[in-house]
């Protein structure tokens, strides 16, 4: 049994990149707005180091904290067990870790004898799947035994309904089908219009849940659906559920929610704005390729690859994202009920856990999607103990939507698009494949509102 603790690692490509011939010209707004660091560091900045170990030690606390409760044990006590892991079967029983060692066969019989042979087991074979299904939004609704199911209602049916309407992935502009590894769920400004556009014409639907797991991504995107969900609010109680990651650009659009839910644990804030890019003129002289430029306009070659900023590209570059930063923290400080000042000092790009987010006033309420549920019955005026129908969106695609995406002049592309992405998985490490996808922001610059990490715990 893998109970060790926890630990962070970062990597830096500063080196690497000036070895090829690479330069790494990224700016940031807000102290602890270190997602670029890993490009123009060696190592992190004091301030993004404070920030990352305040953020361990708490997920650590928590971690903790949740195994003692458990399992009835003191908090010292498990923290002195981990610290001899990881276990056996044998030594994780004698730690008081696990109530029992049994083969599984063992444990089934040993089940059905106390069930008085009425047990029903389910044998369910878990296969290597798509990110898309590992984070398919509806098998979240199997963690509600009794609950309301999505979609068991005929269409157009006239019961009471609450949207549920999943925010997965990076925050972006283009189409998914512009994008590497296009079968990774991205969040769109069209997608979410659509959905919530959807949702507020439709007069059974009385609340909506937006349930969002984004690092966040293009600055722009992220505004654009904040603008809408403040529009759809003014119609119909709108509610954030925060699940693993909500922080940066998905912070952002949680600010246009009425109210925010978050886990004890859930990755939060990251009130910061960031953007540069990457100069290739050293590496393209190494390749022998050369260019020619011509340019009117001493700003005109901002967005080109090949040169760094040159000083006055580098100030007005520098002067936008001070400016979208200041409107980052403004409709932060308004969604929040703070003043920019008080909101100011949990911003500065540093990320939290949702129990800390909850005691800065970043969070209005800790739990999961059933307190979101129970949150937006209550907004909507609902009896708590009335039953409702719970929609979720985007929308399983019917089988002639499907056909039409086979068939279409587009799917031999998309088709081969998905098979080098199935064929980079395969070989990646998953983290790996989720920086990958976020490759696309940096093709130009442009402000990026992108929390510093991508997290993976085992």
Known sequence: ?????????????????EKVGVRAEFFSMGKYKSAAESLTRTS????????????????????????????????????????????????????????????????IAAMKEKSGGALSIEDVEFREKTQMEEINPFSLFNLFGGGPKPGKAAPG?????????????????????????SDVM??????????????????????????????????????????????????????????DVAASGGYYIAMGADRIVAQPGTITGSIGVVGGKLALEGLFQKLGITSEISSRGQNAGMLSMTTPFSDSQRAAFERVLGSIYQDFVAKAAESRRMTPADLEAVAQGRVWTGRQGYK???????????????????????????????????????????????????APMASASAQQAAALRSILPAPAVRCAALLPLFREPRPLALMPYVFEFR
């Open 44 to 107: 992190s900045s004091p301030p993004a180091r404070e920030a990352n170990e305040a953020l361990l030690t708490d997920l650590f606390d928590q971690a903790t904290m949740m195994i003692a409760a458990g399992r009835k044990l003191e908090v010292d006590s498990v923290r002195n067990t981990m610290d001899l892991g990881p276990f056996t079967a044998a030594e994780a029983l004698r730690y008081n870790l696990v109530d029992e060692a049994a083969y599984e066969q063992d444990l």
């Open 157 to 181: 049916s006239k019961a009471t309904k609450i949207a549920v309407i999943f925010a997965i992935g990076p925050v972006v502009s283009m189409n998914a089908e512009e994008l590497p590894f």
């Open 186 to 243: 991205m969040i769109t400004p069209q997608d979410m219009t659509k959905n919530l556009r959807e949702c507020l014409d439709d007069p059974t639907v009385r609340a909506i849940i937006l349930r969002i797991d984004s690092p966040g991504g293009d600055a722009t995107a992220s505004d654009l659906i904040w603008r809408e969900l403040r529009r759809v609010a003014k119609e119909k109680p709108v509610i954030a559920s925060m699940s």
């Open 360 to 410: 800065n006033g970043l969070v209005d309420e800790l739990g999961g999607l059933e307190t979101a549920l129970a949150m937006a019955k209550e907004m909507a005026g609902i009896e708590k103990e009335r039953e409702v129908e719970v929609v979720v969106y985007p929308k399983r695609l019917g089988l002639l939507e499907v056909m039409q995406k086979l068939l279409g002049a587009e």
């Open 1 to 17: 049994m893998m109970v060790t603790g926890m630990q962070s690692e970062a990597f830096f490509f500063k080196d690497l990149l």
